[in-house]
């Protein structure tokens, strides 16, 4: 059975983006593996610079099923997405996407 990246794209404001990238690591990210849906995860910088200051990243969690996924959604994830929406309110945009692995040195 194939393994599911979920896939969170995130752009934070220049001015909170090192107080953002220390929540995310030592606070969000720990919350959502202690979900036990997810088997690893990624944190990768984005390295494009599109002129207006901010920081993006790809946060990519890889979990065994849709099964682990839906667990996540229906259980986990409306709370996990609250914390960081109030921590910061109108200082990121985020976009989520799903992805199957088809293969990779893992394998």
């Not at 979920?6 to 606070?27: A, F, G, P, R, S």
């Not at 990768?44 to 959604?73: E, M, R, V």
Request: aromatic share 12%.
């Amino acid at each position: 059975m194939p393994k599911i990246v979920y896939n969170v794209t995130v752009k934070i404001l220049d001015e909170i983006h090192i107080d953002w990238l220390q929540w995310m690591q030592e606070v969000h990210i720990p919350d959502v593996m202690n979900t036990g849906c997810f088997l690893s995860y990624q944190m990768n910088k984005i390295l494009h610079d599109d002129g207006d200051g901010g920081h993006s990243y790809a946060i990519q969690y890889i979990c065994q099923s849709h099964q682990d996924l839906n667990t996540y959604q229906a259980n986990f994830a409306k709370q996990l997405q609250a914390q960081h929406t109030n921590r910061y309110k109108d200082k990121y945009v985020a976009f989520r996407t799903l992805m199957e692995i088809v293969s990779s040195s893992n394998d």
